[in-house]
C-alpha cells in the first residue's frame, strides 16, 4: 500500500527472510532446557508471531508491557512496566523479544528486573537496532537489521497508536 507519509526502508520480504534466519539461529543454540520468549508489548507483538514460528523446538510464550515513550517521537527516559509476566521464570532460559532498540534504557532495565528473578539465562532478540543512539550498554544475541537514526513504523511499530499495520519497516517523514 502506498502511504504519501511513509517510505519503505526494509521491505516485508527482507523481513520474513530475516526473522527466519534469526529462528534457525535461537533454534540451533537452545537445544535443550526450557526456553520462555518474553515478547514485550505492543511494539514487537508481529516479530514474536513470526520469531515463534521460526523456531522449530518447544517454547512457552509471555508478553511484557513496557513504557517508554508515551506519545510522539522522543522518549521520556522513564521506564514503566505496564504489564507484568503471568509466568515464573526461575531457571529458564529467557528470550526477551523486542521491537526497537534505541538508547538502551528500556531493555537495560528491563534484564535488571528480569535478572532478579534469577532464569538460567537472558537472551535478547531485537529487530531493529539504532546503535548511533545508545546510551546503556545492551548485548543483542539477535538481531534483525541495523538501522539509522530515523523515526520508523510498521510491522508491529507505531506513531501515536498509527501505523502497527503495515507489512514493512517504513521511514515516517517530517510533519506526518
Ligand atoms: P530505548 O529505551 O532503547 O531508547 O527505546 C526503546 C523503545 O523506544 C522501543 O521499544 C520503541 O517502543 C521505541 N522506539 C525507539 N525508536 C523508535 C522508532 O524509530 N519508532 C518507533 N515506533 N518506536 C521507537
Not at 126 to 152: M, N, S
Request: charge should be negative.
Amino acid at each position: 500500500m502506498n502511504n504519501p507519509q511513509t517510505s519503505v526502508l526494509i521491505s516485508d520480504a527482507q523481513i520474513q527472510d530475516r526473522v527466519r534466519e534469526l529462528g534457525r539461529m535461537v533454534t540451533k543454540d537452545f537445544p535443550d532446557g526450557e526456553l520462555i520468549v518474553v515478547g514485550i508489548l505492543k511494539g514487537a507483538f508481529m516479530f514474536v508471531a513470526d520469531l515463534t514460528r521460526a523456531i522449530e523446538r518447544p517454547l512457552k510464550l509471555d508478553f511484557m508491557g513496557i513504557s517508554s515513550y508515551g506519545r510522539g517521537k522522543t522518549s521520556s527516559g522513564e521506564v514503566k512496566v505496564t504489564k507484568d509476566l503471568d509466568m515464573q521464570i526461575e531457571g529458564a532460559n529467557v528470550l526477551i523479544v523486542e521491537d526497537i532498540v534505541d538508547t538502551g534504557v528500556t531493555l537495560s532495565y528491563l534484564v535488571g528486573v528480569l535478572n532478579q528473578r534469577k532464569p538460567r539465562a537472558i537472551r535478547i532478540a531485537a529487530l531493529l537496532d539504532k546503535p548511533d543512539r545508545r546510551l546503556r550498554p545492551v548485548h543483542v544475541a539477535y538481531c534483525g537489521f541495523q538501522i539509522p537514526d530515523e523515526f520508523v513504523v510498521g510491522y508491529g511499530l507505531d506513531f501515536d497508536e498509527d501505523y502497527r499495520g503495515l507489512k514493512d519497516i517504513c521511514i515516517l517523514k517530517e510533519g506526518a
